[in-house]
């Protein structure tokens, strides 16, 4: 009887495994392959966008004595509407465009490229900053395979366009954002190829997302940018206009794709103008 007992449970395991191995066999053979995780880095399509695209804007506009740039901001989901946004930058002759942050809503992958390809609709060059949607998951470690550096910039019309990361919530207020060495490494490399500066960044001074304990050491440094013209900013989902530190130094805040419009800045050599655009 003991015996048999034993026997039984060694033909109970043979059946087991054979239903376990006919399952897998079953499921390898049924699907074509295996779902990859939404935060996974493993980016389909064109990456190390920002750097090829400076390349462009500085070799063509160096010394360009009139320059055109739109300034859009936070398209996140609204692909309908980002799409529209590129077709109207599309049709206004402008030299180049900066996206001023929150490619995304959640920083997925498929987010990410959905976005890019969007962009890549433009018929001029383009470059993204980094918003605190785009650090989601693993989503600062795609923006950078996908666009590059969080902090970068580049020359056009010898001014230059620092742009910043200042999502400092995103990490827990531990890393240098905003970047104070950054900046002041930009401010005196390459003084022979720019006469003025302009500021970017997603967040502003004295919004949630920016390191609000550092607002004025961020304005002293600001003094020290050569011929600081103005800093443009996205996140608030809206078009402003302020001078957050009443001293005469302009941020302008660039509204969200949901509400149909941007900004245009065409910059001489006396100054700039700065135009509203509903699509």
């Known amino acids: 009887?003991?015996?048999?007992?034993?026997?039984?449970?060694?033909?109970?395991?043979?059946?087991?495994?054979?239903?376990?191995?006919?399952?897998?066999?079953?499921?390898?053979?049924?699907?074509?392959?295996?779902?990859?995780?939404?935060?996974?880095?493993?980016?389909k399509g064109e990456t190390g966008i920002n750097a090829k695209q400076m390349a462009i804007i500085e070799k063509e506009f160096a010394n360009k004595e009139e320059l055109r740039i739109a300034f859009i901001s936070d398209t996140h989901l609204w692909n309908a509407e980002a799409r529209d946004e590129v077709e109207d930058v599309n049709r206004r002759n402008v030299d180049f465009v900066v996206h001023c942050g929150d490619l995304t809503d959640t920083a997925t992958e498929k987010e990410f490229e959905w976005s890019r390809d969007i962009l890549l609709g433009l018929n001029c060059p383009f470059v993204a900053l980094i918003g605190n949607h785009d650090f989601l998951g693993t989503g600062n470690q795609?923006?950078?395979?996908?666009?590059?550096?969080?902090?970068?910039?580049?020359?056009?019309?010898?001014?230059?366009?620092?742009?910043?990361?200042?999502?400092?919530?995103?990490?827990?207020?531990?890393?240098?954002?905003?970047?104070?060495?950054?900046?002041?490494?930009?401010?005196?490399?390459?003084?022979?190829?720019?006469?003025?500066?302009?500021?970017?960044?997603?967040?502003?001074?004295?919004s949630d997302q920016f390191n609000n304990n550092?607002?004025?050491?961020?304005?002293?440094?600001?003094?020290?940018?050569?011929?600081?013209?103005?800093?443009?900013?996205?996140?608030?989902?809206?078009?402003s206009v302020a001078e957050f530190y009443n001293d005469g130094l302009m941020f302008y805040g660039i509204d969200c794709a949901l509400h149909r419009n941007y900004r245009i800045m065409t910059i001489k050599k006396d100054g700039y103008e700065i135009e509203q655009i509903f699509y």
Request: hydrophobic letters at 45%; charged letters at 20%; a negative charge.
């Open 142 to 206: 795609t923006y950078e395979v996908m666009y590059g550096a969080c902090d970068f910039s580049f020359i056009a019309g010898r001014i230059k366009f620092i742009c910043l990361n200042t999502n400092a919530v995103e990490y827990d207020y531990l890393a240098s954002v905003p970047n104070f060495d950054f900046m002041e490494e930009q401010f005196t490399k390459d003084t022979d190829k720019f006469d003025r500066t302009i500021i970017i960044m997603h967040a502003a001074p004295f």
């Open 1 to 43: 009887m003991k015996i048999m007992k034993v026997e039984l449970f060694k033909s109970t395991g043979k059946i087991a495994l054979a239903i376990v191995g006919g399952f897998l066999v079953h499921l390898l053979l049924s699907c074509s392959g295996f779902e990859t995780h939404p935060y996974d880095v493993n980016i």
């Open 214 to 239: 550092v607002c004025k050491a961020f304005r002293r440094y600001l003094d020290f940018a050569p011929g600081l013209m103005c800093c443009i900013f996205g996140h608030d989902h809206g078009d």
